[in-house]
T-cell receptor, first 114, second 106 residues
């Protein structure tokens, strides 16, 4: 079956603009995660959804970042008034919740803020 | 919050040699997962350990979960160029270590 997909694959924007990143999880996966990975760095947790609710928003770096999920499926991560330090690869993952919650990652969106 | 630390951050290995990377948590983990990210790719799940003292093998890779469930290790024998990448451990799926980036000298 299809894996996790993300769009766009690359996004170049100007400082101060808003951007929306999209994640389509694997069908049936109720858990969805967003991470940020800066060049050569580890995975920075941003937010986690269980269904449409986000029990853990602790990783969002600032109030410029928000995310939503509708219908228990697609999720969008919105960054308002982008800054150069927002440049990174944004990774989405999905999983079936439970003890064995292996995460399946999408290919990521590479965001470049000029 | 839960902190997962990985050492070393970088591992340069001669092809054919063995090496080990370590993952340490400040709190007891219910489980631990390992992922591999190839250069330019995304993380791919390798394995999950759940039981105290558990040891699992995947060909040349040996994963171990500590008795206290606060640390884990990944040991790779006879390193090959295909082992190049960054290996991450994750506790409870939300807290990833910074990873160990492995390069191999042929």
């Amino acid at each position: 079956g299809a894996g996790v997909s993300q769009s766009p694959s690359n996004k170049v924007t100007e400082k101060g603009k808003d951007v929306e990143l999209r994640c389509d999880p694997i069908s049936g996966h109720t858990a969805l995660y967003w991470y940020r990975q800066s060049l050569g760095q580890g995975l920075e947790f941003l937010i986690y959804f269980q269904g449409n609710s986000a029990p853990d928003k602790s990783g969002l770096p600032s109030d410029r970042f928000s995310a939503e999920r509708t219908g228990g499926s697609v999720s969008t991560l919105t960054i308002q008034r982008t800054q150069q330090e927002d440049s990174a690869v944004y990774l989405c993952a999905s999983s079936i919740p439970g003890q064995y919650n292996e995460q399946f990652f999408g290919p990521g969106t590479r965001l470049t803020v000029l | 919050g839960q902190q997962v630390m990985q050492i070393p951050q970088y591992q340069h290995v001669q092809e054919g040699e063995d090496f080990t990377t370590y993952c340490n948590s400040s709190t007891t983990l219910s489980n631990i997962q390992w992922y591999k990210q190839r250069p330019g790719g995304h993380p791919v799940f390798l394995i999950q350990l759940v039981k105290s003292g558990e040891v699992k093998k995947q060909k040349r890779l040996t994963f171990q979960f500590g008795e206290a469930k606060k640390n884990s290790s990944l040991h790779i024998t006879a390193t090959q160029t295909t082992d190049v990448g960054t290996y991450f451990c994750a506790g409870r799926g939300l807290s990833f270590g910074a990873g160990t980036t492995v390069t191999v000298r042929a």
